[in-house]
């Protein structure tokens, strides 16, 4: 995300030194303060503030990104297939201490006190829904935000061209003061398509790619549960990953 951010302000900057436009006269501090602050605070209006608090806490999860090993998630499984398979599922509970995932752990541990395979089913969707649930209510805020910003950017220009307005008895001075007003309409735009409508949409792709994993997981391990083979094992899984790709970079 973070060279995607780069290339787009990057393409902006380089119209303004191509049109010899002044960078100065686009880095007003009212008209930004006006666009980012009251954008943030109707983002928090909007919602609840642990909420919106939870969503900036996401920044750096979305800048940063993960990446999923896909095919080292199905190996793994099918080894654990293979061990339960020659050593019994009581094995797996031994297994599941040196396992970092905690979801993969969770569903080894059911399987290994004998949790009935509909009960660790429901058990493993709610977690898989509950963790997307909270991802998505991180997009949502910033896709929010992304409906305000421009909105508020217009109102900050008609707030100035009141004020230009109000000085229609100065005509020297009513070329740099509508320059000015649009400003805000500028930044709320900006703001808009290039930081929040993007965050919002990296975080639901990120938060799908998750999903998608610990799916994988999920029936994975069911599977291991009900003695499935591990060779038709792998097979099922890897026609399950995105597209047939082993790792995906998000």
């Given at each position: 995300m973070i060279i995607g951010l780069v290339?787009?302000?990057?393409?902006?900057?380089?119209?303004?030194?191509?049109?010899?436009?002044?960078?100065?006269?686009?880095?007003?501090?009212?008209?930004?303060?006006?666009?980012?602050?009251?954008?943030?605070?109707?983002?928090?209006?909007?919602?609840?503030?642990?909420?919106?608090?939870?969503?900036?806490?996401?920044?750096?999860?979305?800048?940063?990104?993960?990446?999923?090993?896909?095919?080292?998630?199905?190996?793994?499984?099918?080894?654990?297939?293979?061990?339960?398979?020659?050593?019994?599922?009581?094995?797996?509970?031994?297994?599941?201490?040196?396992?970092?995932?905690?979801?993969?752990?969770?569903?080894?541990?059911?399987?290994?006190?004998?949790?009935?395979?509909?009960?660790?089913?429901?058990?493993?969707?709610?977690?898989i829904a509950t963790t997307s649930k909270s991802s998505r209510t991180s997009a949502k805020f910033f896709s929010a935000l992304g409906g305000y910003a421009p909105t508020i950017g217009i109102i900050g220009t008609v707030v100035s061209l009141t004020h230009v307005l109000a000085n229609l008895s100065t005509p020297g001075t009513l070329g740099p003061l509508i320059a000015s007003a649009f400003v805000s309409t500028l930044w709320g735009l900006l703001s808009a398509n290039f930081i929040w409508l993007p965050l919002g949409s990296r975080l639901t792709r990120l938060s799908d790619l998750g999903v998608e994993q610990m799916t994988i997981v999920m029936e994975g391990v069911l599977a291991i549960q009900a003695g499935t083979p591990s060779r038709a094992l792998g097979e099922r899984l890897k026609a399950m990953a995105p597209n047939r790709r082993k790792t995906v970079d998000a």
């Open positions: 290339g787009a302000f990057g393409a902006l900057f380089a119209m303004v030194f191509i049109e010899h436009a002044s960078v100065v006269s686009l880095l007003l501090p009212g008209p930004i303060l006006l666009v980012f602050g009251a954008t943030i605070a109707v983002g928090f209006a909007g919602g609840t503030v642990g909420d919106s608090l939870k969503a900036f806490t996401a920044i750096p999860y979305a800048m940063k990104g993960q990446r999923l090993d896909f095919e080292a998630t199905i190996d793994k499984l099918i080894e654990l297939a293979d061990k339960a398979r020659h050593h019994g599922l009581l094995s797996l509970d031994d297994e599941s201490a040196s396992i970092d995932d905690p979801f993969l752990k969770t569903a080894l541990q059911g399987v290994a006190d004998g949790s009935d395979s509909e009960d660790l089913r429901i058990l493993l969707e709610d977690e």
